[in-house]
């Protein structure tokens, strides 16, 4: 094919026009969502389904954190493990394996009947929910147009806190009706099936990536793709963009480790890989597995604790959807996220100070609920899916899956670690320890932010590789 490629930047794109190209592109988010509606649901089931698991399986203290840490080192090995597989098999294919993979770990999960079944399960799922933490967003940032970019990508985002809502609202609908049968965690378990399903079935209908089909020199694939996700006009004027920044990431060999050499891509690995460890140490995944026996220490009984978590869900929803629909592609990405964490910070403060001053009793609670929740909420309102998205979008297109994977790979650990030194903390220094903990981790993310995040809002991929390659960040 005969392409004549500009500089990314010195070509105006035609605006977007709507038309069935639009609403193809919706039907991919949505289909592709399903990946993160799954993660949702896998990492926010436990938080109901771990006490009667213990009883029915005579799980030890032990088991219980095994049961739940494992789930997140397979997250790990599945976010390393998809970083190059995305880039060698493509991302349509990935979400494909990752669909089996969660049916398995899933079914596995449900029929184990000891904790030599359930483990292995555990740590298979935990492989998908991690895969589908590296590709989705990938997936999606590589499709979006750059006007939709922050709203489209930060969809995965979004269907992760309805996925765990729906984890927190489903556990107590059936632990209420069905909470007498010892089997009661198996119920729970089961339903995050039906999505598994759903997303091979619909994967298998959808388009790869058209940056991806370029960088593999398959150029006719990914124009053929564009032309179903944008007017003909911009589909041809993205393509011109895309094959000069792959010609000349080809012609500088990029493509592996040996990039890391390079001052300005070292710089993108250390703002990523920061920015993924600074996410989890606000303890937002803390709050996620842990909700219901935090609460119940402050004072709750243990049915109200489970009730009361559900608001954790419900405002990290609320937060989400108005960070993705009115903040994404209005604020810049970097403003966001250092506000954001600024936010979180302060909310930790209010629980260490109201959970050192009040008396033990109801009062005490519901005071730290109420700062519980402000947290989840300015969480999921500037710093969950600016995160993921920023994450998804800084990286040069032939090491984007490399950099994405590295970055979450460190996400994870960070969160494995997060979650199983927690209720220690809880244990041995009480509720306002463990955020004091918090509160200082928080500002030392936001000393490493204001040096090095970058931004990335109003310029396609291809602007941003050359922005950074000629040492403009900010």
Avoid at 72 to 99: E, Y
Avoid at 225 to 236: D, G, T
Avoid at 327 to 350: C, E, Q, S
Wanted: charged content about 15%; aromatic content about 8%.
């Amino acid at each position: 094919m005969d392409v004549h490629t500009h500089k990314p930047g010195t070509v105006t794109l035609p605006p977007l026009v709507a038309g069935p190209h639009q609403r193809r592109l919706d039907l991919i988010t949505i289909v592709a969502t399903l990946g993160g509606l799954l993660f949702g649901y896998d990492t926010g089931v436990i938080n109901g389904a771990l006490e009667p698991m213990k009883a029915d399986l005579g799980l030890t203290a032990t088991g219980e954190g095994l049961v739940t840490s494992t789930l997140l080192v397979g997250a790990a090995i599945g976010a390393a493990a998809c970083g190059k597989l995305n880039d060698n098999l493509g991302r349509k294919k990935t979400l494909i394996i990752l669909s089996v993979l969660f049916f398995v770990g899933t079914i596995g999960g449900v029929l184990a009947p000891n904790l030599a079944i359930m483990i292995p399960s555990r740590i298979i799922l935990g492989i998908a929910v991690g895969g589908a933490s590296v590709t989705v967003p990938v997936y999606l940032a590589e499709l979006a147009p750059t006007e939709r970019r922050g709203s489209l990508a930060g969809r995965g985002e979004l269907a992760i806190v309805v996925g765990q809502l729906l984890a927190f609202a489903i556990n107590a609908i059936i632990g209420t009706v069905w909470g007498e049968h010892a089997g009661v965690w198996r119920y729970m378990l089961a339903v995050a099936a039906i999505p598994a399903v759903a997303l091979f079935v619909g994967m298998l209908q959808q388009p790869e990536s058209p940056r991806w089909l370029i960088s593999k020199n398959r150029h006719d694939e990914a124009l053929e793709v564009l032309m179903q996700v944008r007017s003909p006009e911009r589909a041809r004027a993205e393509m011109e963009e895309v094959e000069f920044l792959h010609e000349e990431e080809e012609q500088a060999k990029m493509g592996g480790w040996k990039d890391l050499k390079i001052p300005w891509v070292r710089r993108l690995f250390i703002a990523g890989i920061g920015v993924a460890i600074a996410q989890q140490c606000t303890g937002i995944n803390s709050i996620m597995y842990y909700g219901t026996q935090v609460l119940t220490v402050a004072g709750f009984s243990a049915s109200a604790a489970l009730i009361a978590n559900v608001a954790n869900g419900v405002l990290a929803v609320i937060g989400s959807t108005i960070c993705l629909f009115w903040l994404m592609d209005r604020v810049p990405r970097r403003k966001l996220i250092i506000g954001g964490f600024i936010a979180t910070t302060t909310a930790h403060a209010l629980i260490v100070i109201s959970s050192w001053l009040l008396p033990d009793g109801i009062t005490k609670a519901f005071v730290v609920l109420t700062f519980m929740v402000l947290f989840v909420f300015c969480m999921q309102l500037a710093l969950n899916i600016p995160v993921w998205v920023i994450i998804a979008e800084i990286f040069p297109l032939d090491i984007r899956g490399l950099g994405m994977g590295v970055s979450v790979l460190c996400l994870w650990v960070t969160n494995a670690i997060i979650a199983f030194v927690f209720p220690i903390l809880v244990e041995t220094i009480k509720i306002q320890g463990a955020f004091l903990v918090f509160v200082v981790l928080g500002l030392i993310a936001i000393a490493f932010l204001t040096k090095f995040l970058p931004e990335t809002k109003d310029r396609s991929l291809e602007e941003l590789e050359e922005a950074f390659a000629a040492g403009d960040f900010h």
